[in-house]
């Protein structure tokens, strides 16, 4: 198990994750990660996947140039932390708030983070990081659920062929 200086840095680590995301700043974000990182998002009907810094950075600066993507806020709650030494798996409750215009503001995306988080030269930094919306595997022991993720339409936006190399 580890320590509580350990467990407020895997804290720190997911709220600058958060501000990086929020803020548009790439160069913060990337740092996040380690250098051979995989963050990965099953949220759509294909799973997108990005490993190592470079792609990292492409996922960031292509998400941060789209027209109205400025205005979302990245909330984590939840935090669970397994593990010890300088490895840890940790799961967290997320949201996206679309906060542009007068309020009421929406809320764009609900689910949760799977991640590897690993400490390298003095910090944690993501190893692996899952996104996953709120369905699925996650939901099977309700009455109802199978078990099966429902299929967000991806936004025309955001499909692979219109994204470049990322």
């Not at 051979?36 to 009907?45: C, R």
């Not at 996206?96 to 988080?117: H, K, L, N, S, W």
């Not at 390298?120 to 996953?132: C, N």
Request: proline share 4%; aromatic share 14%; hydrophobic share 40%.
């Amino acid at each position: 198990m580890i320590g509580a200086e350990d467990r407020l840095a895997i804290h720190e680590l997911l709220a600058r994750y958060a501000w990086a995301f929020g803020t548009g700043d790439v160069e913060r974000f990337v740092d996040c990660f380690t250098s051979d990182a995989i963050l990965a998002e099953d949220v759509f009907e294909v799973e997108d996947r990005w490993t190592g810094a470079v792609d990292i950075r492409a996922m960031a600066e292509f998400f941060f140039s789209r027209p109205g993507f400025s205005g979302r806020q990245h909330h984590v709650s939840h935090i669970l932390i397994d593990g010890s030494g300088d490895r840890c798996s940790v799961r967290a409750f997320c949201f996206v708030t679309y906060c542009q215009g007068e309020p009421p503001y929406t809320i764009r995306f609900a689910g949760y983070y799977d991640d590897i988080v690993v400490k390298t030269d003095g910090r944690w930094l993501f190893r692996e990081r899952m996104i996953r919306d709120w369905s699925g595997n996650i939901l099977v022991n309700f009455p109802g659920h199978n078990g099966q993720k429902v299929v967000r339409q991806r936004p025309d936006e955001l499909r692979p062929e219109l994204r470049g190399n990322i």
